[in-house]
């Protein structure tokens, strides 16, 4: 097995992973949204809540695998994958199931991934130097705080969910070029020089897992797993692009179909996300604390 396929394999269970601790984090934020008695237990002590970091780390680990043994622009948009793992999971946890329209969407994923993979050029790894470093950290620190002050300053829970996301997925994003700094070499000296790299992996691994769990609470499943889904994999490419000399095949003729591929992807995206008009308009009045699923998980009408 060549290194390339084995780095598709690892990132598709971690986006299995990341789906379900998605699927949870959400569940945990819905019954957070409930009225209850004061003194409801905290967020430590939900079984949910450490079921979704456990999955979180693993998917984290996959992920980490996956970039020692192939490019940030292959195994970040991978990533997209989470949101057509999440169809058959909450199928299974929330009791929608998929219609045609999640599996039109989950195709049109598919497909585009497909393509950038096809697209993709194998090139001789580089990491970050330690100037590169140094930038890259505090601009994403600052573009974090920027986007969490202003969502902290906004009172609709729909934008203040979108910002939040947007800032996970930065963290996230940025957390995975750092990753594929340390993953170039394993070795303990390798290591221990590169420890400043480490911190601040986990330090964007938390904030972003903090700010993900944030968005959950004010914009339901859908919205802000696609935000992030789609704003991590822009960071980490963009940046793996320009600071590690990736890129894909053909040079600027690769361009229109790169972008092609990548429209196709979003595009599917956007089926799986977007709620149809008045799809679940009826369930939210019977069920207000179920926040609206993809109209693609809603289920179809029975006679």
């Not at 430590?44 to 996959?62: D, H, I, K």
């Not at 009172?155 to 700094?181: C, H, I, N």
């Amino acid at each position: 097995m060549s290194d390339l396929v084995l780095s598709v394999v690892l990132a598709a269970v971690s986006a299995v992973c990341y789906a379900a601790a998605a699927v949870l984090q959400e569940r945990v934020a819905a019954a957070a949204r409930r009225p209850g008695p004061p003194g409801r237990k905290p967020l430590w002590r939900s079984t949910r809540w450490w079921g979704s970091v456990a999955l979180n780390g693993s998917g984290s680990v996959l992920h980490v695998l996956a970039l020692g043994f192939g490019p940030l622009s292959v195994v970040q948009p991978l990533g997209v994958l989470t949101l057509v793992f999440v169809l058959p999971l909450a199928a299974l946890w929330v009791g929608r199931r998929a219609g045609r329209t999640g599996w039109r969407g989950a195709l049109l994923v598919s497909a585009g991934l497909a393509g950038l993979l096809a697209l993709t050029a194998a090139r001789p790894a580089r990491t970050l130097s330690g100037p590169d470093q140094l930038t890259l950290a505090v601009v994403t620190l600052v573009v974090f705080l920027a986007l969490v002050v202003t969502a902290w300053g906004t009172e609709r829970p729909g934008v203040r969910s979108a910002l939040m996301a947007a800032a996970a997925g930065a963290a996230f994003g940025t957390a995975s070029v750092f990753t594929k700094t340390v993953a170039a070499d394993w070795s303990p000296a390798a290591l221990v020089e590169r420890t400043p790299a480490v911190a601040v992996t986990a330090a964007l691994a938390v904030i972003g897992l903090l700010a993900s769990q944030a968005s959950y609470r004010d914009g339901g499943l859908a919205a802000p797993l696609a935000t992030v889904t789609v704003v991590n994999p822009v960071v980490a490419s963009a940046a793996g692009i320009a600071l590690l000399g990736e890129g894909f095949r053909y040079g600027a003729a690769g361009a229109l179909p790169v972008l092609a591929a990548a429209v196709v992807t979003v595009y599917g995206l956007v089926v799986l996300t977007v709620r149809r008009e008045g799809a679940t308009g009826g369930r939210a009045a019977a069920e207000p604390d179920r926040p609206p699923l993809p109209h693609a998980l809603v289920p179809a009408s029975r006679p």
